[in-house]
């Protein structure tokens, strides 16, 4: 592979790490604080 293709996969994952973070501490949340919302049908 290509340098160039791992240097903008590293740079794309690093961008979308806090992304991916702030998504889960929000359902992280959501799921503390309605149980019920993890045992949806």
């Given at each position: ?18 992304v ?22």
């Amino acid at each position: 592979m290509p340098p160039s293709r791992t240097a903008i996969a590293a740079h794309f994952g690093l961008a979308n790490f806090p992304v991916a973070y702030c998504g889960l501490k929000i359902i992280t949340s959501l799921s503390l604080r309605f149980p019920d919302f993890q045992r949806a049908p």
